[in-house]
């Protein structure tokens, strides 16, 4: 992705993912109306133009709106489950503040969020297998070969048979290898090193 724009960093992962505030489950729209001048405002306008992608990016499930010069002064508000809502004034308000604002109100606690994170590194990946996961070998994943150790494999699947079979068998004797030669006896061999 290029580097064009107002302050492109935003665009990036490493810093969508540094957002702090996670809303709780029962947050559903998140509403933000803020002027687009004046000094009142100015906390509100740096919180949608450095931490809304971050909101969006940790909160997939819940609808993002900014409203913008509808009101005199700034607010935030919040429609949960059950049709309730929540207002948060921001009038002069820095950024910092309202992001602490929103996670004091809405957002997850750090224990909810350590839970949650121990929770997603356990859950069971069915690509996985091996002594620690529910599979001990690929063989027990429907559609794989099973192991030769408990079902034989057909001689088709056999590297020695496939070989043999094209004619091409190596074979290792005496520090070198013969392809596709009968077994030569000693005997064989010293009479035919003395002829030459």
């Known amino acids: 992705m290029p580097m064009i724009g107002k302050f492109p960093l935003r665009r990036t992962l490493r810093y969508l993912k540094e957002g702090k505030v996670h809303f709780k489950e029962r947050v559903r729209v998140f509403t933000i ?8 405002c100015q906390g509100a306008r740096d919180f949608v133009f450095y931490n809304l992608q971050q909101l969006q990016y940790n909160n997939p ?4 709106q900014t409203l913008t010069n509808l009101t005199p002064s ?3 508000q919040c429609f949960l489950d059950g049709c309730e809502e929540v ?4 009038d002069n308000f820095s950024q910092s503040e309202i992001v602490e604002r929103l996670n004091k109100v809405l957002g997850k606690s750090e224990l909810i969020l350590a839970a949650e994170e121990l929770a997603r590194r356990q859950l069971v990946n069915p690509a996985h297998f091996g002594r620690r996961f529910g599979r001990k070998c690929i063989c027990q994943v ?3 070969v099973t192991c030769p150790g408990e079902v034989a494999l057909p001689k088709e699947m056999r590297g020695k048979y496939r070989d043999m079979k094209a004619g091409c068998c190596l074979k290792a ?4 290898i013969q392809i596709g ?16």
Not at 61 to 64: G, H, N
Not at 182 to 196: F, G, I, M, R
Request: net charge negative; proline share 5%.
């Open 33 to 40: 109306t803020y002027n687009t001048f004046g000094e009142k």
């Open 61 to 64: 499930k819940v609808q993002m």
């Open 74 to 76: 700034p607010y935030i």
């Open 87 to 90: 207002l948060i004034d921001i």
């Open 142 to 144: 429907d559609g794989q």
């Open 173 to 176: 004797g005496k520090g070198r």
């Open 181 to 196: 030669l009968p077994d030569v006896d000693d005997e064989q061999d010293a009479a035919l090193q003395t002829s030459v």
